[in-house]
């Protein structure tokens, strides 16, 4: 299986910056695209942003020129500029190997951004 955990989150006023970043290992974490999803307390789990093996990358459009996507072998980071309220949420991350598929999902990492 595959292990993966997110840390880095906190509590930041709007405007602010953070850097997620999603520890894995392995052959399955190196070859695969990785994503960054949140929920929202009331909400479903959302997709925020994708990164493939290659370096491609994907961000929905709510967070497009704030966030950006990166990552290394053994890292998958998010860097989070200009912080809203609405981007608060716990952040998770995930190997999607099919469709509608996903490991286990860890504990995340919680994002609070103030007013």
């Known amino acids: 299986q595959v292990q993966l955990v997110e840390s880095g989150g906190g509590f930041v006023q709007a405007g602010g910056s953070l850097r997620l970043s999603c520890a894995g290992s392995?052959?399955?974490?190196?070859?695969?695209?990785v994503g960054w999803y949140r929920q929202a307390p009331g909400k479903g789990r959302e997709l925020v942003a994708t990164?493939?093996?290659?370096?491609g990358t994907t961000a929905t459009d709510s967070v497009k020129g704030r966030f950006t996507i990166s990552r290394d072998n053994n890292n998958v980071f998010l860097q989070m500029n200009s912080l809203k309220p609405e981007d608060t949420a716990v952040y998770y991350c995930?190997?999607?190997?099919?469709?509608?598929?996903?490991?286990?999902w860890g504990q995340g990492t919680q994002v609070t951004v103030s007013s």
């Open positions: 392995g052959i399955i974490f190196r070859t695969n695209v």
């Open positions: 995930n190997v999607p190997l099919g469709r509608n598929w996903y490991f286990p």
């Open positions: 990164i493939s093996s290659g370096g």
